[in-house]
């Protein structure tokens, strides 16, 4: 699957409509940036080791050997909101989660609410994640899920 405005589109509709997103404006392409934001350094997602990256191709949201990341990233924008594509990896936990299988999962990978990064003047980080599957997902799970990104 080719990630498109329309999946932009779609993915700040579903979070718009959840109301996960009070206040703010989700548009993709480097209008929704402004003159400011493309002089100033860009918004960071904190990884586990609380380094900044910027555009990573894996995320690991349980920060350590977890039975769930985010891999395969690619993204279509990264302003004060990232949009991109990517899978989410599952540990099937068959026979044990030590012994089990990663299953992916197609997802849109939305990164949102950017606030000041704490200790690091002049910088902000992504403070929620929020995936849309697109395809199959793991049994009983919701089609969409937002996460509180940690700063460090």
Request: charged content about 15%; aromatic content about 10%; glycine content about 10%.
């Amino acid at each position: 699957m080719r990630f498109t405005r329309v999946h932009a589109a779609l993915a700040a509709g579903l979070i718009a409509a959840s109301g996960a997103v009070t206040g703010t404006v989700l548009t993709a392409g480097p209008a929704a940036a402004g003159p400011a934001a493309a002089a100033s350094r860009p918004v960071v997602v904190v990884n586990c080791a609380g380094h900044g990256k910027v555009r990573p191709t894996q995320y690991d949201l349980g920060c350590m050997p977890s039975s769930e990341y985010l891999a395969r990233l690619k993204w279509a924008s990264w302003h004060r909101v990232a949009f991109g594509e990517g899978v989410l990896k599952v540990n099937d936990c068959t026979p044990t989660c030590a012994h089990g299988k990663y299953v992916s999962y197609p997802i849109l990978t939305v990164l949102w609410r950017a606030r000041p990064w704490p200790g690091h003047a002049g910088r902000a980080y992504f403070t929620r994640l929020t995936w849309i599957f697109t395809d199959k997902r793991p049994g009983h799970v919701r089609a969409s899920h937002t996460y509180a990104l940690p700063a460090k």
